[in-house]
């Protein structure tokens, strides 16, 4: 009765196991693009790519960004746009590069930059490994 039970609830761990095992991107393989193109792409960008590799059905790639950061980010393969994103800041940096805030910093009268209102309190924050 014991193995029974035994059994019995490995089985469940390991069916809802695979039911969690999902890919994160879903385009159908004939509509991916090349992974050169993803490189060229990054390159572009001042990136410096190590590796592109499928996972998860979508494109991973490691690299640096332009500032020597290191990177990993996944793409969808498809459309080419980044699903996650994942920086290890070096030094004092942080990841206002990465982030679109839509506000630009503009000169005021004062001479100071955006002392009005409109800028964050605080910047973004980013873990810095």
């Known amino acids: 009765m014991k193995n029974k ?3 019995a609830f490995l089985s469940t761990c390991l ?4 039911a969690l095992a999902d890919d994160d991107c879903h385009d ?3 509509d991916w693009q090349p ?9 572009d960008h001042g990136w410096e790519v190590k ?5 998860d059905g979508c494109y991973e790639l490691k690299g640096w960004d332009r500032k020597g950061h290191r990177v990993e980010a996944k793409f969808s393969p498809a459309s080419l746009k980044i699903m ?12 206002s590069d990465y982030l679109n805030l839509g506000n630009q910093a503009r000169e005021t009268p004062t001479g100071n930059l955006n002392s009005g209102s409109n800028m ?10």
Do not use: H
Request: hydrophobic letters at 35%; zero cysteines.
């Open 5 to 7: 039970l035994i059994t």
């Open 15 to 18: 069916i809802s196991g695979m």
């Open 28 to 30: 159908p393989a004939v």
């Open 35 to 43: 992974k050169e193109r993803l490189r060229q792409m990054m390159v």
């Open 51 to 55: 590796r592109i590799k499928v996972d």
């Open 84 to 95: 996650e994103l994942e920086v290890k800041f070096t030094g004092s940096d942080d990841g």
């Open 120 to 129: 964050p309190k605080s910047k973004p924050r980013a873990t810095i490994e």
